[in-house]
Nanobody, 121 residues
């Protein structure tokens, strides 16, 4: 059975950094999404099961870095240069059908419970 769980959220001032962790029960491709109040869920980044390839949304490219440690079964999201518009609940999700990256929310079969990130100006 697939399990995911996020941690590391919190409050930070604009320009600051946070590092989110997603504990994953297996070696799957993992995506990070976020949902701001009153908005739909938005793709952030995706990393392959082996960790060699990743893709990013334009809004976070150059500021966020996704990585993984398959021994510890953790996928990380390092968020730098945070902006108030990054405020959202962040979710990690598992994509099982392939080992590749995926942008679409519909491509992910299992989701974590989310962790709140709040960036103040």
């Amino acid at each position: 059975q697939v399990h995911l769980g996020e941690s590391g959220g919190g409050s930070v001032q604009a320009g600051g950094s946070l590092k989110l962790s997603c504990l994953v029960s297996g070696r799957y491709s993992v995506g990070w999404f976020r949902q701001a109040p009153g908005k739909g869920r938005e793709f952030v980044t995706s990393i392959t099961s082996g960790g060699r390839d990743s893709i990013y949304a334009d809004s976070v490219k150059g500021r966020f870095i996704v990585s993984r440690d398959n021994v510890k079964k953790i996928v990380y999201l390092q968020m730098n240069g945070l902006k108030p518009e990054d405020t959202a609940v962040y979710y990690c999700a598992a994509h099982l059908r392939t080992g590749g990256v995926a942008r679409g929310e519909y491509e992910y079969e299992y989701w974590g419970q989310g962790t709140q990130v709040t960036v103040s100006s």
